[in-house]
């Protein structure tokens, strides 16, 4: 399974991105699925969870800046990421597992079989 993501760059605090990640012959948005995110010297933390039915969670620091979606049709997940801070440079992963639901783990690097490379996010001040 290869989960690509793409949609990284350098922004401006305040600005926006959005991110990308597709399935290559692997139906993510039938799955749970997420993204992750790993500044430097730090852990890889959850940033936010879609499910099959396209129920969402979200880390707190995301404070209703970012949004996760899918389309169906073309296989991808997305994060819209909107008032970025410097805080939120990282490389951010996309992850998926095999079932439906996400539940109370999701956010945990253990519950996801199928990671993506990442795509780097820098935010300047």
């Known amino acids: 399974v290869q989960l690509v993501e793409s949609g990284g760059g350098s922004v401006q605090a305040g600005g926006s991105l959005r991110l990308s990640c597709v399935g290559d012959d692997y139906p993510i948005t039938t799955y749970c699925m997420a993204w992750f995110r790993r500044a430097p010297g730090n852990e890889r933390e959850a940033v936010a969870a879609?499910?099959?039915?396209?129920?969402?969670s979200y880390a707190d620091f995301v404070q209703g800046r970012f949004t996760i979606s899918k389309d169906e049709a073309k296989n991808t997940m997305y994060l819209q990421m909107t008032s970025l801070k410097p805080e939120d440079t990282a490389m951010y992963y996309c992850a998926s597992d095999r079932r439906f639901w996400c539940g109370g783990g999701w956010d945990s690097t253990g519950a996801y079989d199928y990671w993506g490379h990442g795509t780097e996010v820098t935010v300047s001040s």
């Open positions: 879609i499910d099959h039915d396209a129920r969402t």
